[in-house]
């Protein structure tokens, strides 16, 4: 049985947090293959291998809980992975409309709220959830962390702002409501994967655990959630290298060379990606009364400590002083919402324990 710690979880939480901020750092590396090339490749590795060995390894009588597991939660959380797997492309495609920071504040923005809150309202228990002690707490930080995310986004685009006027490259030419779309779209369809882990893939979790699966039951969902998002996935990248011609990539790089530190960067992305979700799933099951913030916590960290990160690699050294004031607010906004978080679930499993 596993004892609810949320204290524990929220820890495991930011290790989780901490390899999906840094998981696309090895794609500065990457040389001579296209984008498609290197996406296919991660995404190979994060949203099919990697899952799929991970839940051999740690689900005990794995293809008996495939035969007992309920073949309408299996078909769901796949159909919402898929579903994720258009929101990434989404996501991808409203950076060229609007920006990075503008693009990732508002698609985070949207899952963190919608992730967090639809599940409970799908199942019909938002108000019986938030009559319980601490609830307060934690929906004061899921907001609080909507408002970190925001500020995040404000100081992300001065920062652009002020490198395009260094490149004389004069503002980025917008198309906002396009962008906008896209963003909404993207944010949407990234939330619907906080539901597929969190809530119509917990029956698939939950026969793992009779077979004594413990903290790794959430690995078995990834087995459905993320290959849904790697067919759609490979769908988009293999038409692009059909439109483009980029197939041989695969065997030899555009400038003819053969570069297996490609693949070693494209697979440690993968891993890294994999990985916040594997601490994500142990953490999960250990937050107690309040499990269904585990969405908001995951995605309050992934700002933090990916805005800490680009401050440690010096991406916002010789900003001006109102950048870095801004980045510096938001960072502390996000802050107190993983405080306030952590708090309200910690009175929420006080309470019980009472």
């Excluded at 524990?8 to 999906?20: C, K, Q, Y």
């Excluded at 099919?48 to 740690?58: C, D, N, Q, Y």
């Excluded at 109102?322 to 906004?333: E, F, N, S, W």
Aim: hydrophobic share 50%; net charge positive; proline share 3%.
């Amino acid at each position: 049985m596993i004892v609810a710690n949320p204290l524990m979880g929220t820890l495991l939480h930011a290790v989780g947090a901490i390899s999906a901020a840094l998981c696309y750092t090895p794609q500065q590396k990457i040389k001579g293959w296209s984008w498609q090339t290197y996406w296919l490749t991660q995404a190979a590795i994060c949203w099919f291998i990697a899952p799929l060995v991970g839940a051999l390894i740690t689900i005990p009588d794995f293809m008996q809980v495939l035969a007992e597991a309920p073949r309408n939660a299996m078909i769901l959380t796949f159909v919402l992975g898929a579903a994720y797997g258009v929101g990434g492309t989404a996501f991808g495609m409203a950076i060229r409309h609007v920006g990075y920071s503008l693009t990732y504040a508002i698609a985070i923005g949207i899952s963190c709220i919608l992730g967090t809150l639809t599940g409970p309202i799908i199942k019909g228990t938002l108000i019986e959830t938030l009559d319980k002690p601490g609830s307060g707490w934690v929906m004061a930080g899921v907001f609080i962390g909507l408002v970190g995310t925001l500020l995040c986004g404000v100081a992300g685009r001065l920062k652009e702002i002020e490198l395009q006027r260094e490149d004389n490259s004069g503002a980025q030419p917008f198309q906002l409501g396009r962008g906008l779309f896209l963003c909404a779209v993207a944010g949407v369809l990234s939330a619907v994967y906080g539901i597929a882990i969190n809530d119509t893939g917990a029956p698939i979790a939950a026969k793992a655990a009779e077979f004594g699966a413990g903290h790794w039951q959430t690995n078995i969902v990834y087995v459905f959630a993320n290959s849904g998002a790697f067919l759609t996935t490979a769908l988009y990248c293999l038409m692009l290298h059909k439109k483009e011609g980029t197939f041989g990539e695969f065997l030899r790089a555009s400038d003819g060379k053969h570069r297996p530190l490609n693949y070693l960067m494209a697979l440690l992305t993968g891993l890294m990606w994999y990985g916040q979700f594997l601490f994500y799933g142990v953490a999960h099951v250990r937050m107690g009364e309040f499990k269904f913030s585990s969405w908001a916590i995951h995605m309050i960290m992934l700002i933090l400590f990916s805005s800490s990160a680009g401050i440690i690699m010096k991406e916002w050294y010789g900003r001006r002083s109102r950048t870095k004031i801004a980045l510096a607010l938001a960072l502390m906004v996000l802050i107190g919402a993983v405080l306030v978080l952590t708090y309200g679930n910690y009175i929420g499993q006080a309470a019980v324990g009472h």
